[in-house]
């Protein structure tokens, strides 16, 4: 039986091992899946009655990269050299678990180069050495970037993109009460295992006009998404975006600033909160109109004559 401190010292480990590798990332056997930029535990242990703390454990990765070396109390975070440069700073073990049998190692921040195949090595164990395999997998998971794009007759069309994203993820628009919204087929990049993509939907008024997308990674028990409200002028009265061409008449076909910072006050109800800028390109007048509080932005195009 162990003692009531020893005990104590192997539940905290466990709940370590619960927290940080199911919340943080999940472990199946020997394969261990963390999203990037977290903490990824490689699990490694002789077991609970063998004390390692003058044995000699080895950690290295895809056969060759020197992770973490332990030689009875000497490693590389306290001045042995020898680690490769990508580990370095990163990695620990545990202490006080070595007692135990356990030589797992933590991987602080982890990136999607660190996915690989790992070993955990006793070289001098008796009577034989003794190899443990984990393979990691780190996905990357950026948060989505969203915008609206135009008002139409029917709606106010968004758009959602998720940018070097691994594994694929499934990306979806949700209203506030976590409905999925129809979509436009989604635009998918697939660039050497990162993905690219770009949903569209257009959007009616509802209780709260806040509308969320979503990018979901199962195999890693992973969610992540973004929210947009959109103005209720936008939504109520969609066809404000006709005032763009009645100013443009107004003026003879050339939008000044004075008009569209007019337009923005229109549409937002707060001049303080709308900056209007204009430029040309390939013969259009683009008019760029954003409000500041609700950070969203919206081009309007006028042919230029």
């Known amino acids: 039986m162990f003692s009531p401190k020893t005990q104590t010292s192997l539940l905290h ?7 940080t590798g199911i919340t943080r990332g999940q472990s199946h056997g020997s394969v261990v899946k963390v999203v990037d930029g977290r903490q990824a535990i490689l699990p490694c242990s002789l077991g609970p009655e063998q004390n390692i703390q003058q044995m000699v454990f080895d950690w290295k990765k895809d056969g060759g990269k020197e992770v973490f070396f332990y030689d009875a109390g000497i490693h590389y975070n306290n001045g042995r050299s020898g680690q490769d440069e990508q580990f370095k700073g990163r990695v620990s073990h545990f202490e006080e678990q070595l007692r135990h049998g356990n030589a797992s190692i933590m991987i602080r921040n982890t990136k999607v180069a660190d996915s690989g195949n790992y070993t955990c090595v006793f070289p ?18 950026p948060a989505p970037y969203i915008r609206i794009l135009n008002a139409t007759d029917t709606g106010v069309l968004l758009q959602c993109k998720v940018r070097d994203a691994s594994p694929k993820p499934k990306v979806e628009w949700q209203d506030s009460d976590g409905n999925v919204l129809p979509a436009e087929e989604p635009q998918v990049s697939d660039r ?35 929210d947009i409200y959109v103005p209720e002028k936008l939504l109520e009265d969609r066809s404000h975006h006709v005032a763009t061409g009645f100013i443009s008449g107004w003026f003879s076909g050339i939008l000044t600033l004075a008009a569209a910072l007019a337009l923005c006050v229109y549409t937002y109800d707060s001049k303080l909160n709308c900056v209007a800028s204009k430029y040309h390109k390939n013969g259009h007048s683009i008019v760029r109109l954003q409000n500041r509080t609700k950070n969203v932005i919206l081009y309007y195009d006028l042919k230029m004559s």
Do not use: M
Not at 13 to 19: G, K, P, S, V
């Open 124 to 141: 001098l164990l008796k009577p034989e050495r003794k190899t443990f395999n984990i393979e990691l997998i780190v996905g990357a998971a």
């Open 192 to 226: 050497g295992g990162r993905y690219y993509i770009t949903l569209r939907t257009t959007v009616t008024k509802t209780t709260s006009n806040y509308f969320h997308c979503v990018a979901k990674q199962e195999d890693f028990g992973h969610r992540i998404e973004d």
């Open 13 to 19: 480990f466990i709940c370590l091992l619960t927290f």
